[in-house]
């Protein structure tokens, strides 16, 4: 599986905070948004795709058409060539947006499934609520994953009660990513992610 390869020295930017979404957290968010019936036959947005496999899977998982928008030239190259490369059939299925995720807005949205920058570098603080508003706002469910803290989940029930959301998927769960950058002093690092669904009440909420 192209996606289960070690990540190239390189290819990640940290001024992004990119790094790669493991293989079984992407397979068990679009399952979870599967069994849910909110993939099949739906568009699904992936915002800062990275190198596809979420939208990836969600195309094999049935869904209709998948959009990935990504900031980075480089990346999104990279995306589309794996999918194109490996997944033929389904690349036709697939839009790739080079483009700041959180700027523009985006049309006839089914499903949001995304792994944002968490907002771990100082420069970067707040950027995974701005994906999380841009996303509540293009589609009317999302499935995404966010770095687990106090903090963040005072935000999110701020962020329910004010937009009329319903949370259909909350599930904490622990991510491992590879060495990747030269300030990564342990082989794997390991912490604490939070898996989320949000749906809006209302159709036009």
């Known amino acids: 599986m192209p996606y289960s390869r070690r990540p190239g020295i390189g290819l990640y930017k940290m001024r992004f905070e990119q790094y790669p979404t493991p ?3 992407a397979a068990h968010m679009v399952w979870t948004a599967s069994m849910k019936n909110r993939i099949k036959h739906l568009t ?3 915002l800062g795709c990275g190198n596809g496999i979420l939208i990836t ?16 030239e480089d990346m999104l190259k990279v995306a589309r060539n794996v999918i194109v490369n490996n997944y033929l059939d389904a690349s036709y299925r697939v839009i790739f947006i080079e483009a700041d995720a959180t700027i523009i807005d985006y049309s006839s949205i089914d499903v949001v499934v995304m792994n944002p920058p968490f907002g771990v570098l100082k420069s970067n603080r ?21 770095k687990y803290s106090e903090g963040f989940i005072r935000k999110l029930n701020n962020i329910v009660k004010n937009h009329q959301l319903e949370v259909i998927w909350f599930e904490v769960l622990n991510m491992e990513i590879p060495m990747i950058y030269s300030r990564h002093r342990r ?3 390991r912490f604490k992610i939070v898996f989320i669904g949000l749906e809006k009440r209302f159709v036009g909420g």
Request: positive net charge.
């Open 44 to 46: 699904a947005l992936d």
């Open 57 to 72: 899977a969600s195309i094999l998982a049935g869904a209709s058409r998948g959009v990935c928008v990504e900031i980075d």
């Open 126 to 146: 707040g950027k995974d609520i701005l994906f999380l508003l841009k996303a509540i706002s293009n589609a009317k469910c999302v499935f995404s994953l966010h």
């Open 23 to 25: 293989v079984s957290i």
């Open 187 to 189: 082989r794997i690092h």
